[in-house]
C-alpha cells in the first residue's frame, strides 16, 4: 500500500531564506507526483507536476525535485515571501487510480 | 485553469437530513475524487471513479455514498447526516493521459464544501 510522507510537518522561517521540504513515498511505481499549496479553509492549487520520466520541474521561485528510485522529492522555494506561508501537500498518482496525499507541511514566512 | 466546481460551498444542515454534495467538471475528466479533510488536518480519500459507472470506496471509511452517471458529475450523498459528518469534502478530477500521451497526469480540485451538522 503506497504512503507517502511529509516533513518536517511546520517550518517558519523569515522573509527571503530559501527553503525545502520533503516527500517520500514507500512504492516507486508511481505514474506522477503533484505538489499542491493550500490556504486555510480553501480547496487546492497545483503548483508543479512531475510524471516518472522527469528529474524536476519548475515553475518561477519553485523548483521540484524527483528521485523515483529512492522514493524521494524534494520542493525548493527560493528567497521565500510573507505570500509563500500556506500548508505544502505532495500527492503520488500510481495504478491503483487514486491520488494519494502526505499530511502536508505548514509554512510561515515571517516578514 | 481548472475548470471544476462544487456546490454548495457552505452548507449547515440539521441532524438525520439527507444531503447531495455537487462536483462538477468541464474537462472531460475520466478520474474524479472525494476527499474529507477536518481543518488543520491531512486529506483522506473517501471515494474515487475512473471512468462513468465506476466507483470506487477509498482509504478512509466513509457513510456517503456516491454515483458516476455522466462524465462530468460526481455527487456524493449522505442518507442521514449527523455531526461526526462535519468537515470538509474536497473534489477533484485528472485525465487518465497527458496531451503527449504520459499516464502522469495533473489533478485539479474544487473550491470545496464545508459542511456543519448541527
Known sequence: ?111 | EADIYQTPRYLVIGTGKKITLECSQTMGHDKMYWYQQDPGMELHLIHYSYGVNSTEKGDLSSESTVSRIRTEHFPLTLESARPSHTSQYLCASSPFLSGTGDRGTEAFFGQGTRLTVV
Open chain 1, 1 to 111: 500500500k503506497q504512503e507517502v510522507t511529509q516533513i518536517p510537518a511546520a517550518l517558519s522561517v523569515p522573509e527571503g531564506e530559501n527553503l525545502v521540504l520533503n516527500c517520500s513515498f514507500t512504492d516507486s511505481a508511481i505514474y506522477n507526483l503533484q505538489w499542491f499549496r493550500q490556504d486555510p479553509g480553501k480547496g487546492l492549487t497545483s503548483l508543479l507536476l512531475i510524471q516518472s520520466s522527469q528529474r524536476e520541474q519548475t515553475s518561477g521561485r519553485l523548483n521540484a525535485s524527483l528521485d523515483k528510485s529512492s522514493g524521494r522529492s524534494t520542493l525548493y522555494i527560493a528567497a521565500s515571501q510573507p505570500g509563500d506561508s500556506a500548508t505544502y501537500l505532495c500527492a503520488v498518482s500510481d495504478s491503483s487510480y487514486k491520488l494519494i496525499f502526505g499530511s502536508g507541511t505548514r509554512l510561515l514566512v515571517r516578514p
